[in-house]
């Protein structure tokens, strides 16, 4: 999310943004806190709207015939997150006819950000030989990404950065919610849980944008997104502490622990058409 | 004189932009093969630290998935401490206490939010300087086995 920048304007906002700086007597060991915030990726995000039962509906999807539209830097970002979710939600769904032309809307706004060095020609041959293989797919779209993440944070625009991860969020949430909407029965009630449990996510996002609110011209992002956490705000939670077990058989930690949630139809519905506002806005 | 300044002072400039080449450097090389088979996270958290400074960051952990979160960091930075707490506070893992060290695989069965803690010990180094290391927090997926 922030970079390694050793002094420059981003990282001196960012330490001033979030904590304390405390110099001790001789000014030469300071005690700096440093904070980062970050969010499910592209692939964990569409992991979980196929386990929730949610079919394949191409026309949910941003299409990528619109990435000609996009001339601010601020669209070009935010719909860079947009098809990095739907190129996972089509390679997870194994719609790999539409893969092609996904990738090549990302290439353009990655271009057009200034990140071209990160799609070379032979991560494009490497990505034309896998695109029958899901697993190596997800794998190359998630190497992309960090790239792209990792390029922007060391050229000092974390703020770019930060809105393909709004973007991203958004639009697979906007797939979730889209679909929470027609559910029924148990179907429902799980993706309303995927839903909720998202609170978490959007905490961190609007403190990732908090940090560049400022300086960067994101008020207007972060006055939609504080909107929609109210929304959230209308749980109803009971919080159960976080359980951390040892799997006997594998020896591996388990984290766990449900939080008990009251969340209506009524409440889905308003989150419901706030992150399809959201999206629109910047999508259309 | 005057051109020693000059060189100074260009030095000056260039190396927080060399020292930022040798962060990404260092994260390709030392750090993401620290994943091993887990698919990287899309977030690129490597920090520059000195010593005595803490980092935070948190992190979503979606439902039915394992995980691994690597720290990696440079040499120059010595011994680096961190631990992973729960949203209460309660701490998950300390590297100070674990025989993996700076490795921590996990699995998930609901939806949670950690809070990593790294900190640097303070030192006092033999010439009185004081230099910047690389800190990568990687973090790496896949679907629950």
Known sequence: MHSCSDGTDEEIRTVNKTQQKDSDDTGKAEHVRKILYSVPSHIEMIRLVKGSGIEFDKSIMNSPNQVANYNSVKSQAFNLGVYGTDLAYISIFEQTQEVLNYFSAIKT?????????????????????????????????????????????????????????????????????????????????????????????????????????????????????????LLYGELIIQEENTTVNKNEETGKVVIGGDDKIEFSDELLEKISQEIDSIRNYYVN | MKNFSIIILLLAFAAPFSLSAQCKGFTKKKCIPLLENYVPAENYNTLQMFDGEEAELYLVFVENHDYRIAICSHPILGDVNFVIKTEQGDIVYSNTEAEDGNIFDFSTTSTKKLHIIISIPASESSTGMIQPGCVSIMVGNKPSS
């Not at chain 1, 899901?134 to 974390?158: A, H, K």
């Open chain 1, 109 to 229: 706004l990655a271009d057009e950000l200034g990140v071209s060095n990160v799609i070379n020609d032979k991560n494009i041959q490497r990505f034309e030989r896998n695109i029958e293989n899901q697993d190596s797919l997800i794998v190359f779209i998630s190497e992309i990404f960090y790239s792209i993440d990792e390029t922007l944070n060391e050229d000092e625009r974390g703020y770019v950065s930060a809105i393909v991860v709004v973007g991203g969020w958004l639009e697979a949430m906007n797939i979730m919610t889209q679909n929470g909407m027609i559910m029924t029965g148990s179907n429902r009630d799980g993706i309303k849980k995927i839903i909720a449990d998202q609170r978490h996510s959007l905490e961190n996002i609007i403190e990732l944008i908090k940090i560049y609110d400022n300086d960067d011209n994101l008020g207007d992002l972060l006055v939609k997104l504080e909107k929609l956490n």
